[in-house]
């Protein structure tokens, strides 16, 4: 990757899920994982990106999968919400390490550990330099957290919203139970709706095909990628709503 490539966009939307953090735990939170991917984070900053992030629960708590166990899916979805702003206040002090400012907005009232989400505020941070991560979903159970990145990219205007994923970006199949699957190098949102293709759910991947959002799904375990599909290298797969072949 050359020294010199410089970032093509001006705002970005980066989506971690949960598991991202686990590294080799079986639960939680592998903080050497979690430093590593704090640098990428704050190298990008430091190209003068505006980075906003969300990040999933799954390390912690999925309520999906409690739900699917008998428990009350409103309260298993707010659980799951509660387990995103640890591993957001979790982020937020790695990134700080480094040298960047970081605020931390819920969209559930927390006041003692993070802002409540106000959008012109998290534009505001934007400008000021800082880096915003998005907390608790969008604060409304049987929404995931794809959805809220979704929505979060729209509302602050960000360029592009960047899913950092454990495969090499979008496949026609799970490329973990089959090999041979091919890998789209970019996909239009309406032909992941048609084939059900496991990028985000169909509520994000609506709502980023009505606004217009370009998404890069890409691979997060690879280091150096968050800074690979900023400056425009040609990285995962692109979805956005014109017709590929």
């Known amino acids: 990757m050359s020294e010199t490539a410089k970032p093509i966009y001006k705002r970005v939307?980066?989506?971690?899920?949960?598991?991202?953090?686990?590294?080799?735990?079986?639960?939680?939170?592998?903080?050497?994982?979690?430093?590593?991917?704090?640098?990428?984070?704050?190298?990008?900053?430091?190209?003068?990106?505006?980075?906003?992030?969300?990040?999933?629960?799954?390390?912690?708590?999925?309520?999906?999968?409690?739900?699917?166990?008998?428990?009350?899916?409103?309260?298993?979805?707010?659980?799951?919400?509660?387990?995103?702003?640890?591993?957001?206040?979790?982020?937020?002090?790695s990134l700080e390490k480094f040298g960047v400012a970081t605020r931390v907005q819920s969209a559930i009232d927390m006041k003692e550990v993070a802002e409540p989400y106000i959008r012109r505020r998290a534009i505001r941070h934007l400008e000021k330099g800082r880096i915003v991560i998005f907390a608790a979903g969008t604060g409304l159970p049987f929404f995931t957290t794809d959805t809220t990145a979704a929505l979060r990219a729209v509302e602050i205007g960000a360029e592009v919203l960047m899913k950092a994923t454990k495969v090499e970006g979008v496949y026609e199949c799970d490329p973990v139970s089959n090999p041979q699957a091919e890998r789209f190098d970019r996909i239009s949102f309406s032909q992941v709706l048609s084939r059900n293709l496991k990028v985000m759910d169909a509520t994000a991947i609506s709502l980023a095909r009505d606004q217009n959002m370009r998404i890069i799904v890409f691979c997060l375990t690879k280091k150096g990628n968050i800074k690979r599909v900023v400056t425009g290298q040609q990285l995962g797969t692109v979805v956005e709503e014109t017709s590929y072949a």
Do not use: C, W
Not at 56 to 81: E, K, L, P
């Open 13 to 93: 939307l980066l989506k971690l899920s949960g598991e991202a953090l686990l590294g080799s735990e079986p639960y939680g939170i592998d903080t050497g994982i979690l430093q590593d991917i704090a640098e990428e984070i704050a190298e990008v900053h430091h190209m003068g990106v505006q980075v906003a992030l969300v990040i999933g629960g799954g390390n912690i708590f999925r309520g999906v999968s409690a739900a699917s166990q008998g428990m009350d899916r409103s309260t298993a979805d707010y659980m799951g919400m509660l387990a995103t702003v640890m591993n957001s206040l979790a982020l937020q002090q």
